[in-house]
């Protein structure tokens, strides 16, 4: 495996930049430069600053196709060096960021640079983007719209606000008018306790619906002509249909 074009000079690079700033390489990462597999992943616990000799060394590792850096504690500043690295690596296609600390400011560098990429997977997962929210939503919003080689993004428990998601859909449009291929976002677990809120409001709602026909049925029988009935009847049975189904749409969201 020591022939594969770029795994020597790879691991080489990484080596001397480990020693530059007097740091100990990381052994999944040299493994996977060593013998130039397509799947680079980093084992122990990588920090923002081991990030630049492994950045430094997959600039000539065009063996790397998927790049996995999940559950390291990145942070902004790891995500930033990222960033000015994945531009001069036109062959990775897949990058994995699960719970890697970045918030809103780390996402809005990766965003910028993804465009510039050919990058098709991209996950963001269980990261911190309810931090520097504003300008997270707004650089999510400019990838998935300028990023033609994109084709799925996960977001999935990251902390998205409202406001991201309305951003991310309206790039989904912009995105379908330049002709670029489909982009699947995942958003679950982004919204779970505003679902849940919703669902139990709701559910009371229609519950005194239920309450308020009861009570009122035997009156507007009385007092009541017939037309006047069955406007009163159609109303609060709408009203019911209504809250049931948003409690039931809310509930299967959450």
């Known amino acids: 495996r020591m022939s594969v074009p770029g795994s020597y000079r790879s691991s080489a690079e990484y080596l001397a930049a480990c020693s530059r700033y007097n740091l100990t390489p990381n052994g999944g990462a040299l493994l996977c430069l060593s013998l130039g597999l397509d799947l680079l992943e980093a084992d122990g616990t990588m920090t923002n600053l081991e990030m630049v000799p492994l950045c430094a060394s997959i600039l000539h590792a065009p063996f790397v196709k998927h790049l996995k850096l999940s559950g390291h504690p990145l942070q902004d500043t790891g995500a930033a060096v990222l960033a000015l690295a994945l531009p001069g690596c036109p062959w990775i296609t897949e990058v994995e960021l699960v719970g890697c600390k970045i918030t809103g400011s780390g996402v809005k560098a990766i965003c910028h640079a993804v465009p510039k990429t050919c ?47 309305r951003l991310i859909k309206k790039a989904l449009g912009e995105r379908n008018n330049l002709g670029y291929q489909m982009c699947v976002v995942d958003f679950e677990g982004n919204f779970v306790l505003v679902e849940v809120l919703n669902s139990l409001t709701h559910g009371a709602c229609a519950l005194i619906c239920v309450e308020a026909w009861r009570r009122l049925n035997t009156l507007i029988i009385k007092l009541c002509h017939f037309n006047s009935r069955i406007a009163v009847t159609l109303y609060i049975a709408s009203m019911m249909a209504m809250f049931s189904g948003s409690t039931l749409y809310h509930s299967m969201f959450a």
């Not at 991209?122 to 504003?134: E, F, I, K, T």
């Not at 300028?146 to 799925?152: Q, T, V, W």
């Open 119 to 165: 990058i098709k997977r991209l996950v963001l997962r269980g990261n911190l983007l309810r931090q520097s929210a504003s300008m997270g939503n707004h650089a999510l919003g400019y990838m998935v719209e300028r990023a033609e080689h994109l084709n799925s993004l996960d977001l999935q428990s990251s902390g998205l606000h409202s406001e991201g998601m």
